[in-house]
Each structure stands twice: as C-alpha cells, then as structure tokens.
C-alpha cells in the first residue's frame, strides 16, 4: 500500500478526492492536513464522508514515509507551502493549483499533468500540477488535429460548466451562492478567461506553428456538476478521416470516447470520461465534448496521474459509474 497525504481541506473538488483516495485499492490517506480545521472529523465538512471509515483533519505536518502528497491549496499558497517545509526527497507531489501550470520545469521541476497528451513525462515525474478543468476540456478534443498540424483557423469555443466550478470555495461575499446558480444560466469573463494561455501554450506544443485566435464564451449552467463544451474551427479533411485521426490518438487512452451521438452532460458525471461527438458542416469541424469538472477536471485527473507516477494501471480507483439518473 501507497501512502499518501493531503494538504488542504476546502472546496467540492477536494471532497471528491477524500472520497477516490479512500476507496483506491492500492493507496492509504496517512494524513489530511488542515490547521483551522484539526481535530475535525472529516464527515463533518463532507457528509457523503460518513459511511467510510473515520478520518480527521490534524495540524501536524508529518512528511516522512508518505509516497505522495496532494496539495489542495487556495492559488498562491502552493509555493509558499513548499518554500516553508522540509520536503523530503523522493516525495511525489501533486498540486491542483494554477501556480505551476505555465512553469519550465527547468525552474520548477514541476510537469503539466495532462495525461493525454503528457503521459510519458508524468509517469517519470516527481512534481505534477492538474491542468484546469476548461483547460482540460477545450485542448484534450484539440489535441489529435494539433498533431497532425490542422490548427489553423480561429478556434471557436462555449463551455458552459456546472454549480461546482464556480463554488469550489463558495463567496457569499461577493453574491455567488449556490442558490444563485438554481434555475438559472451566467456568462463570466467571455474572451479573457485565464485558462486560455493554458491551453494555447498546451497546443503549441504539439503544433509549433500554432497562433491562431481561440474565442472562448465560458457560462455557469444550473445543473451541479460537469463542464459541456462546442468548439468549431475550419477543417479541410471529410469527416471519415478526422475521426480516424482521433481514434488513432486516443486509442491508447483509457479515458476518452468518441460517440455517435451528441453527449449528455449526465453521460460522464461522477466518472473520470470525456466523451467526444465530431460532425462536419460545410468546411468547419464541429467538436462537442463532455467531462466532469470535479473528477476529470479535478479529482479524477489527480488520481490519473498518482496511478502513472506510481506506475499503476491507469484506470485504479477510476472505474465508476456515470450518474445519469
């Protein structure tokens, strides 16, 4: 058994995390570190949490002898966090912070954890960030035509994310409640959002030539959970053969789907999936796409990568059920 530990206690994502790390077949959760909230039983904060075994928040940082370490921690705090403690070497860590996703790992000795398109690098990693959930839902369903060199128009998208993404850590303080987002449909920071140099700097990557515009239009739904992406761009190829370049690339991966027919929001909640829908109108490429922020663009994602760092079958701990009723 793996041990593993976390630092960090806010936020539906992290929840999810307790809940996989708890139930994985080859890890055990050593260590939840949270100051504020130490002595505190777990269940407390997450009510699903009840029926597992007991587990509670302490203040004690006890590094030594763990295998991994998530750090859940508000953006900025990451950093300091490493700077501040004694890492013993040989530790793997996983942040699901911004801070180090447009780092060098020259500088930082952290790798961008997109595991379909970084997979050979994290499993040799020690440090890996979890890529954003739009970031990860706009460039994984790009990545097949960047590699075969075909970004070559303004690349159109709308990602409408659930109540989740956007209360993570709820602010009442400035009018986010979760009932504000009942019944209801938002637009929020259209063609600025910040997962936008995310993903143009994944991208090029994989096509160097890359410079096109991405148009990004991000809305809240008022469903819980999950991120519903279409994406269209200009695309010279019959639809024949972009959907044999894109079972070719994913082939390998044991996480993404192409179907047949337009997905579901529902058809991956709770699971670790993204499913994909291609069509082709006139000379644009139509890209639907479906995940769930809280696993495939958080959670899940985080354990994807321990199961490479660790050298596990990837999908360990990850075969869940979609809830689609």
């Not at 960090?8 to 077949?25: D, Q, R, T």
């Not at 939840?32 to 029926?51: C, H, K, Q, T, W």
């Not at 690339?249 to 709770?270: A, C, G, I, K, Q």
């Amino acid at each position: 058994m793996y041990k593993v530990g976390i630092v960090g206690s806010e936020g539906y994502a992290v929840g999810e995390l307790y809940n996989l790390l708890i139930n994985h077949p080859d890890v055990h959760v050593e260590m939840i570190y949270s100051p504020l909230r130490a002595g505190m039983s777990v269940a407390e904060l997450f009510n699903d949490l009840n029926s597992m075994r007991v587990l509670h928040f302490t203040d004690r940082l006890e590094l030594e002898g763990l295998d991994v370490l998530f750090l859940c921690l508000q953006s900025a705090a990451s950093r300091e966090f490493l700077h501040l403690f004694d890492i013993p070497e040989g530790l793997k860590i996983i942040d699901f912070s911004q801070e180090f996703r447009h780092t060098k790992f020259e500088e930082t000795g952290f790798v961008y954890g997109l595991s379909e398109g970084n997979r050979r690098a994290i499993i040799n990693a020690t440090r890996v960030s979890v890529p954003g959930a739009f970031a990860a839902a706009i460039q994984t369903p790009l990545m097949p035509l960047a590699k075969h060199l075909l970004l070559n128009s303004e690349i159109h998208v709308t990602a409408v994310a659930g109540k989740t993404e956007a209360l993570a850590r709820p602010k009442p303080e400035v009018g986010i409640t979760y009932d504000m987002l009942f019944d209801n449909f938002h637009v929020f920071r259209p063609l600025e959002h910040h997962h936008i140099g995310e993903v143009r700097r994944t991208l090029r990557e994989f096509q160097n030539s890359f410079d096109s515009e991405i148009i990004l239009i991000p809305m809240r739904g008022n469903f819980t959970r999950g991120v519903y992406t279409t994406m269209y761009l200009d695309c010279p190829l019959e639809i024949e053969e972009i959907r044999k370049l894109y079972e070719e690339y994913f082939d390998d991966h044991s996480f993404v789907h192409l179907v047949d027919e337009y997905p579901d929001v529902r058809d991956t909640v709770n699971t670790n999936e993204l499913h994909i829908h291609l069509s082709k109108h006139g000379n644009r490429l139509l890209i639907v796409s479906t995940m769930d922020n809280l696993m495939k663009g958080a959670a899940g994602s985080a354990i994807h990568i321990m199961n490479l760092m660790l050298k596990l079958v990837e999908t360990t701990g990850l075969n869940v059920k979609p809830s689609v009723f």
